[in-house]
């Protein structure tokens, strides 16, 4: 995947090569000194980064296992589309009942870059009969015995 930076940021990179994750960065030149999120509150932030995501792919935020548990700094707006040629914004809400801090430079949200399916949807009067255990049971409908 290409990438371009249009701000002052780090480029996004791997913890580790065998990373899943590509961390994104808070830009240097958008927040240049920390700044405070109150419990509930949430900041869409420009990454500084464009990306040329592959077509039959989707470019998937995911939460910093760090930050979310240590700052209860988690994602809200997700999918970056294929045909999305604008730059990526990060959408974070804090959810721990006290004040939480960014800093410029911080890590604070790791993208997936995931195939997609991107067949037809088709309306039909009916579908076809499926006999599965779970059936048509839903939240927490697995596992209780």
Do not use: C, W
């Amino acid at each position: 995947m290409k990438i371009k930076k249009i701000r002052e940021v780090k480029t996004p990179s791997r913890g580790t090569p065998d990373s899943a994750g590509i961390d994104f960065y808070l830009p240097k030149d958008y927040i240049q000194e920390p700044k405070t999120l109150q419990p509930g509150e949430s900041v869409l932030i420009p990454s500084g980064i464009k990306a040329d995501v592959p077509n039959g792919y989707g470019l998937v935020a995911m939460n910093k296992s760090g930050v979310s548990t240590k700052q209860g700094l988690i994602y809200g707006a997700q999918l970056v589309d294929p045909d999305y040629t604008g730059e990526i914004h990060i959408h974070v809400f804090n959810v721990s009942n006290q004040p939480q801090t960014i800093q410029p430079e911080q890590k604070i949200m790791q993208f997936v870059l995931i195939p997609i399916n991107f067949e037809n949807i088709e309306l039909v009067d009916e579908l076809p009969e499926k006999n599965t255990e779970r059936g048509s049971g839903g939240f927490g409908s697995t596992g209780v015995f």
